[in-house]
């Protein structure tokens, strides 16, 4: 069974800075793209960054120049630095992970359970 384990969210005044973790555990062959979405309320979950297999990284445009993504592929591990924190960053984050459990299997997209990042004005 393959886990996603998000960690590093909480409450941050405007401008200050965060960084998520998240790790992936479990049957594990390979991972193609690695990354992070967030879902405010009454919104839909949306993509904040995500670094593609071929090292392509995509960000929102709402974050760019204010977020970095980076990996280490064999910790399996994906972090998101958020720099310059807005009230309008203020959601739950979810770490997503494109996983093959076994040799050739197919790639299944898998979530972590989310954490809360609020920023207060």
């Known amino acids: 069974q393959v886990r996603l384990v998000e960690s590093g969210g909480g409450l941050v005044h405007a401008g200050e800075s965060l960084r998520l973790s998240c790790t992936a555990t479990?049957?594990?062959?390979?991972?193609?793209?690695m990354g992070w979405y967030r879902q405010a309320p009454g919104k839909q979950r949306e993509l904040v960054a995500i670094l593609r297999s071929i090292g392509r990284e995509d960000y929102a445009d709402s974050v760019l120049g204010r977020f970095t993504i980076s990996r280490d592929n064999a910790e399996k591990m994906a972090r998101l630095t958020m720099n310059s924190l807005k009230p309008e960053d203020t959601a739950v984050y979810y770490c997503?992970?494109?996983?093959?459990?076994?040799?050739?299997?197919?790639?299944?997209?898998?979530w972590g359970q989310g954490t809360q990042v609020t920023v207060s004005s």
């Open positions: 997503y992970a494109d996983v093959q459990s076994y040799y050739n299997g197919p790639y299944r997209p898998k």
């Open positions: 479990g049957d594990i062959y390979g991972i193609n793209d």
